[in-house]
């Protein structure tokens, strides 16, 4: 059964950094692009972020290129996510997506398995 399980969230203030984590299990994902997305109360699923299965390749939204990186290691069978700079308007539930694919997508049905989450809040 796979299983991706989001790591790292918490309450940080705003200019600080957070690191999340997901970790997949079930089968090893080394070829699959992965990729993060986020959803604020209110507020539809949006694109972060993305890696390709190779981890050459990265994709980012524009709100938040320049201030986060997303990062893979498939030894682990994990991505991460580094923020810095963050700001309110980052707060959210963050959640990691795998898929099929080597080729990273910003589109949410392109992914085939979402982690559950994890709150990442920034106070002013």
């Known amino acids: 059964q796979v299983q991706l399980v989001e790591s790292g969230g918490g309450l940080v203030q705003a200019g600080g950094s957070l690191r999340l984590s997901c970790a997949a299990s079930?089968?090893?994902?080394?070829?699959?692009?992965m990729g993060w997305f986020r959803q604020a109360p209110g507020k539809d699923r949006e694109f972060v972020a993305a890696?390709?299965?190779?981890?050459?390749?990265?994709y980012y939204a524009d709100s938040v290129k320049g201030r986060f990186t997303i990062s893979r290691d498939n030894a682990k069978n994990t991505v991460y996510l580094q923020m810095n700079s963050l700001k309110p308007e980052d707060t959210a539930v963050y959640y990691c997506?795998?898929?099929?694919?080597?080729?990273?997508?910003?589109?949410?049905?392109?992914?085939?398995?979402w982690g559950q989450g994890t709150q990442v809040t920034v106070s002013s």
């Open positions: 997506a795998v898929r099929s694919s080597t080729i990273g997508s910003s589109k949410m049905v392109d992914y085939e398995y």
């Open positions: 079930g089968r090893t994902f080394s070829y699959n692009a």
């Open positions: 890696v390709s299965g190779s981890g050459g390749t990265t």
